[in-house]
């Protein structure tokens, strides 16, 4: 069974920063896209930043200069380094993967806090 499991969310002061981890149960090559999702209180799920063949990008334009995302082949692990961190970027941070047969996997999601 294919797991993901994130880390690395923690309660911050604004200007922080912060790293978090996806960690895959199988090879990361098993997947044509992972992404970093993040879902704030009473809002919908927004795609923050995606990794795919071509590489790894933002997706959200109010994380552009401050979020990167980046992947480990070695270690099945994606990464989200946040920087520059604002209370608007509160949120629980979920990964996802999609496979080369169309299957869809979900982390259960870490919590980020950004104080002001």
């Known amino acids: 069974q294919v797991q993901l499991v994130e880390s690395g969310g923690d309660l911050v002061q604004t200007g922080g920063s912060l790293r978090l981890s996806c960690a895959a149960s199988?090879?990361?090559?098993?997947?044509?896209?992972m992404g970093w999702y993040r879902q704030a209180p009473g809002k919908e799920r927004e795609l923050v930043a995606i990794c795919t063949s071509g590489g790894c990008t933002n997706a959200a334009d109010s994380v552009k200069g401050r979020f990167t995302a980046s992947r480990d082949y070695t270690k099945n692990t994606v990464y989200l380094q946040m920087n520059s961190l604002k209370p608007a970027d509160t949120a629980v941070y979920y990964c996802r993967a999609i496979s080369s047969t169309r299957v869809v996997y979900w982390g259960r999601g870490t919590q980020v806090t950004v104080s002001s």
């Open positions: 199988i090879s990361i090559f098993s997947f044509n896209s």
